[in-house]
């Protein structure tokens, strides 16, 4: 099992270095709602929606990350990305009127996620596809050993002092900028995208192959092309609708634990059992997963996250909210490393970190829509129809991957035979 993941590029073991030290200190995005609503006073709702804008800001950078990433070089814009963020992070305890939050909220948001795409991208640039769902098994597990550690400290944090939980926020992210700068090399590949009305540039499905290419691509003709990709774009629809369900981990259920009774460190403690999960069984359940359908797996992981978000509904004591947290678990097991692979497999390789910017843009809406969204439903209409309808959301993405199966299927075979 070990080997695979042993015999990946040095470039994406750094990379998932660097990956763990950031996401150890990533405490922003946990404790923002706790922040606002406990320690600053703001109402429920504001504090929402301050996630919201978040949502909106990673939205507009996953599309400006990814292009910069394909046009410029994957490397300097994580390091410009992760350095701005960090200053972003160092000020941001030190704020107190609602327009200065949300315009930093704003701001961190657009400068933290453009990174994301352009580290996709370039793991996408250094596998081939058969090591795709481990490599990005590998950077998942990264990221949630990193939150496995950061969680439960980020609680003690939160408790103690706030402006210390950003501090050490912003010199992880500064840490990971610096890895970046001394271990990792450019990159990004020759500029290629196929002809979608040529049609010596399709595979045996009638699709885009890939390989055609003309030297450079405009930004208006990369986005005809990934908005005519009828296939990848329900992907993303499907993605957005399981993430807006899973964002409800990090928007409204610190906030309805709060409710009930719970302190932030409970929430640490709770949402730590997440991380310690994934550190656990990910990379050898994502061995398992990989002799199978690439998108079967992620329907069942879609299904599975519906689930674990419903058992919140008759949730009442700790250990029920972490029983829920587990189940919820497998199904992000099942969909993040081959969530990522998929995308790649459907992407021409002069488009790669647009397509992952784009695919980066449904987690982005998720929060933008997921987050203010929950917190008017948890406020106006209760828990239950809260954590109820999230199964009936993730059950409409669930048909959305049944609707574009064979499709999709057709493309990532033919990727991995490629």
Same mark, same amino acid.
């Given at each position: 099992?070990?080997?695979?993941?042993?015999?990946?590029?040095?470039?994406?073991?750094?990379?998932?270095?660097?990956?763990?030290?950031?996401?150890?200190?990533?405490?922003?995005?946990?404790?923002? $709602?706790?922040?606002?609503?406990?320690?600053?006073?703001?109402?429920? $709702?504001?504090? !929402?929606?301050?996630?919201?804008?978040?949502?909106?800001?990673?939205?507009?950078?996953?599309?400006? /990350?990814?292009?910069?990433?394909?046009?410029?070089?994957?490397?300097?814009?994580?390091?410009?990305?992760? &350095?701005?963020?960090?200053?972003?992070?160092?000020?941001?305890?030190?704020?107190?009127?609602?327009? *200065?939050?949300?315009?930093?909220?704003?701001?961190?948001?657009?400068?933290?996620? *453009?990174?994301?795409?352009?580290?996709?991208?370039?793991?996408?640039?250094?596998?081939?596809?058969?090591?795709?769902?481990?490599?990005?098994?590998?950077?998942?597990?990264?990221?949630?050993?990193?939150?496995?550690?950061?969680?439960?400290?980020?609680?003690?944090?939160?408790?103690?002092?706030?402006?210390?939980?950003?501090?050490?926020? *912003?010199?992880?992210?500064?840490?990971?900028? %610096?890895?970046?700068?001394?271990?990792?090399?450019?990159?990004?590949?020759?500029?290629?995208?196929?002809?979608?009305?040529?049609?010596?540039?399709?595979?045996? #499905?009638?699709?885009?192959?890939?390989?055609?290419?003309? @030297?450079?691509?405009?930004?208006?003709?990369? #986005?005809?092309?990934?908005?005519?990709?009828?296939?990848?774009?329900?992907?993303?629809?499907? !993605?957005?609708?399981?993430?807006?369900?899973?964002?409800?981990?990090?928007? !409204?259920?610190?906030?309805?634990?709060?409710?009930?009774?719970?302190?932030?460190?409970?929430?640490?403690?709770?949402?730590?059992?997440?991380?310690?999960?994934?550190? %656990?069984?990910?990379?050898?359940?994502?061995?398992?997963?990989?002799?199978?359908?690439?998108?079967?797996?992620?329907?069942?992981?879609?299904?599975?996250?519906? &689930? /674990?978000?419903?058992?919140?509904?008759?949730?009442?004591?700790?250990?029920?909210?972490?029983?829920?947290?587990?189940?919820?678990?497998?199904?992000?097991?099942?969909?993040?490393?081959?969530?990522?692979?998929?995308?790649?497999?459907?992407?021409?390789?002069?488009?790669?970190?647009?397509?992952?910017?784009?695919?980066?843009?449904?987690?982005?809406?998720?929060?933008?829509?997921?987050?203010?969204?929950?917190? @008017?439903?948890?406020?106006?209409?209760?828990?239950?129809?809260?954590?109820?309808?999230?199964?009936?959301? #993730? /059950?409409?993405?669930?048909?959305?991957?049944? %609707?574009?199966?064979?499709?999709?299927?057709?493309?990532?075979?033919?990727?991995?035979?490629?």
């Amino acid at each position: 099992m070990w080997k695979q993941y042993l015999d990946l590029p040095r470039s994406v073991h750094i990379l998932c270095l660097g990956t763990f030290v950031n996401r150890a200190g990533s405490f922003f995005v946990i404790f923002l $709602t706790i922040y606002l609503s406990d320690k600053l006073g703001f109402e429920v $709702t504001f504090a !929402t929606w301050c996630m919201g804008l978040f949502g909106s800001g990673a939205l507009v950078a996953s599309l400006l /990350g990814g292009h910069l990433a394909d046009r410029f070089g994957r490397r300097i814009v994580m390091i410009a990305s992760l &350095v701005g963020g960090a200053l972003i992070l160092a000020v941001f305890s030190s704020l107190a009127s609602r327009d *200065a939050i949300m315009a930093a909220t704003f701001a961190y948001a657009v400068l933290i996620t *453009a990174y994301r795409p352009a580290a996709s991208a370039m793991i996408g640039d250094l596998v081939d596809p058969a090591q795709r769902p481990p490599a990005f098994g590998l950077m998942h597990f990264s990221i949630n050993l990193g939150f496995t550690c950061g969680a439960a400290v980020g609680g003690k944090l939160a408790s103690f002092s706030f402006p210390l939980l950003f501090w050490s926020d *912003a010199l992880t992210t500064l840490a990971y900028g %610096l890895i970046i700068y001394l271990a990792i090399a450019e990159t990004l590949p020759g500029r290629t995208i196929p002809d979608p009305n040529d049609s010596t540039d399709q595979n045996a #499905a009638g699709e885009p192959s890939g390989d055609a290419v003309p @030297e450079s691509v405009s930004v208006g003709r990369a #986005a005809l092309h990934i908005l005519r990709d009828g296939p990848f774009m329900l992907f993303c629809l499907g !993605t957005i609708l399981v993430g807006i369900v899973f964002m409800q981990s990090f928007s !409204t259920l610190p906030v309805y634990l709060q409710s009930r009774g719970f302190q932030p460190e409970d929430y640490g403690y709770v949402i730590a059992v997440n991380g310690l999960l994934i550190v %656990l069984l990910l990379l050898p359940l994502t061995t398992f997963l990989s002799r199978f359908d690439r998108l079967k797996v992620v329907m069942l992981g879609a299904a599975t996250i519906g &689930v /674990g978000f419903g058992l919140n509904a008759f949730a009442t004591l700790g250990w029920h909210f972490a029983g829920a947290v587990v189940v919820w678990t497998f199904g992000e097991m099942m969909q993040s490393p081959f969530n990522s692979a998929i995308v790649t497999d459907l992407a021409p390789r002069a488009l790669r970190a647009r397509y992952m910017g784009v695919f980066g843009m449904s987690f982005s809406a998720t929060l933008m829509i997921g987050a203010p969204l929950g917190g @008017e439903v948890l406020d106006r209409l209760g828990s239950n129809v809260l954590w109820i309808g999230g199964m009936g959301v #993730a /059950g409409l993405a669930v048909a959305l991957y049944l %609707l574009i199966y064979r499709s999709v299927h057709r493309r990532c075979m033919t990727e991995t035979i490629r």
